[in-house]
């Protein structure tokens, strides 16, 4: 298994993407960006992708019902959740459809790397949990 | 501690009896239930269903009996009850969701052609096509409403192990109490945080346990209509043990809701504010990361809530064991 994380961020606003690629990137990470939800689906079809980094609000599929097609679709793929507004509620649905983690913007950049790490962490131990079960 | 939820000893022979069928009994019938009805859709397994529900009713209302006549609280059993309760009733309202999720999908694509159909007659009489435009919205509201239902129950019995990792208890709950009370600004709550420093972290499941720390903070603040303080704390419990508490200072939990509120579908919210399947899945969790989840009176007034971990992680006793 190759040890450089791979990232997909989705997010409706290029401006967003393109410095999230471009930071990502310098850290190591291999990351491609989209900018909605069925295209998400698109990449994830044709891609190996370990964590997908998913804008709340986007519109037309909005990330809560993104989130619901990766994790019926893509089981293996670890998604956390960006949010710009803070909704508890919101929040809620999001970690309970099985968002690993759920982060308010403006992120540190360290800060949602080392969340990308625990969350591909915790896919590859939930694999070798299957493996070994 | 000021209160343990419906204390129940071991010793009469109404509980015995009770808690024997509950343990024994239960959990095959109401398997073999769910087996039987797999390929019997329709009437008949919903019947072999409502029979299991209600053994597990008089099951847990013998044991209740006996409870009550004798003396010393017994937690570990209490907690025993509760989960094996929650599968039952998780085996049973699965078997339910799914029956009902099918013509639940039915009525959601009709109501869509409705709204094709609609658009074509709009033309030629304004007023009633804008009634029944109304109408069929408010049906397509309802049934999203019942399919968030059948979807938390579906969730409800989902067996996800829990994935442990090394997690730090303060920032965890620290991430979630952010969330709220961004949320709750201009809602009168205040958050008070009591975080024991230098924490060892705890071998535990991250999401899962944000789910129920989230899901206590989202009742503590629906609790505080007209604002209020919550507070939360991670701190040790003795020396394989973490605790995290969430209080508020609202109106509390009556004594008589504190043995039900982890029950599937109990609720005191307003019908369309909660699914009334929080506590249970808090409950569930719980039990998977090998820890426990108990409510106590707040020494100010209001609710409590108490979480327990090892701090070692889940381990491999976890199962309910009968």
């Known amino acids: ?133 | 501690m000021t209160h343990q939820a419906a204390p129940l000893p071991g010793r009469s022979p109404a509980q015995d009896l009770g808690g024997t069928l509950f343990r024994y009994a239960l959990p095959p019938f109401v398997l073999a239930c769910v087996l039987l009805g797999a390929d019997r859709p329709g009437p008949r397994a919903l019947l072999l269903g409502l029979a299991a529900a209600g053994a597990a009713v008089l099951a847990e209302r013998l044991a209740r009996r006996g409870a009550r006549r004798a003396e010393a609280p017994h937690h570990c059993d209490e907690h025993l009850i509760q989960s094996q309760k929650l599968a039952a009733l998780g085996q049973l309202a699965t078997g339910i969701a799914h029956e009902i999720n099918t013509p639940l999908a039915i009525i959601g694509q009709e109501t869509e052609l409705l709204e094709l159909d609609v658009q074509d007659a709009a033309a030629s009489a304004p007023e009633s096509a804008a009634r029944i435009r109304a109408a069929v919205a408010r049906i397509a509201e309802q049934v999203e409403r019942c399919g968030e239902i059948t979807h938390a129950t579906l969730d409800l019995a989902r067996r996800n192990d829990p994935v442990p990792q090394d997690t730090d208890l303060a920032a965890l709950a620290e991430d979630m109490v952010a969330l709220v009370e961004r949320g709750a600004r201009g809602d009168g709550i205040s958050f008070t945080r009591r975080y024991e420093p230098g924490m060892p972290p705890v071998l535990t499941s991250a999401p899962m346990l944000r789910q129920v720390i989230l899901n206590l903070l989202v009742n503590a603040a629906q609790a505080l209509e007209n604002g209020g303080e919550i507070t939360v704390s991670v701190s040790r419990d003795g020396g394989d043990g973490a605790l995290v508490e969430v209080g508020d200072n609202g109106p509390g939990i009556p004594p008589e809701h504190r043995d039900r509120i982890f029950n599937p579908f109990f609720t005191t919210k307003p019908p369309g504010k909660g699914t009334g399947l929080g506590l249970s899945v808090c409950l569930g969790i719980m039990d998977r990361l090998g820890g426990a989840i108990t409510v106590l009176d707040n020494p100010g007034g209001g609710a409590r809530f108490v979480l327990r971990l090892p701090l070692g992680g889940p381990g491999p006793g976890t199962e309910v064991q009968p």
């Not at chain 1, 992708?49 to 019926?72: A, Q, S």
């Not at chain 1, 803070?86 to 949602?112: H, R």
Request: proline share 4%.
């Open chain 1, 1 to 133: 298994m190759s040890d450089t994380v791979r990232v997909l961020v989705v997010d409706d606003e290029p401006d967003f993407i393109r410095l999230f690629v471009k930071r990502f990137s310098k850290r190591n990470l291999d990351v491609a960006g989209v900018g909605s939800g069925p295209e998400a689906l698109n990449h994830l079809a044709a891609h190996e992708v370990d964590v997908v980094v998913l804008d709340v609000r986007m519109p037309g599929m909005d990330g809560l019902e993104t989130l619901k097609e990766i994790r019926t679709r893509h089981p293996q793929v670890e998604v956390i959740m960006l949010t710009g507004h803070g909704s508890a509620e919101s929040g809620l649905k999001g970690i309970s459809l099985g968002a690993y983690d759920y982060v308010m913007k403006p992120f540190k950049i360290d800060d949602l790397l080392e969340r990308i790490r625990r969350a591909w962490d915790h896919a590859r131990r939930r694999r070798s949990m299957e493996e070994g079960a």
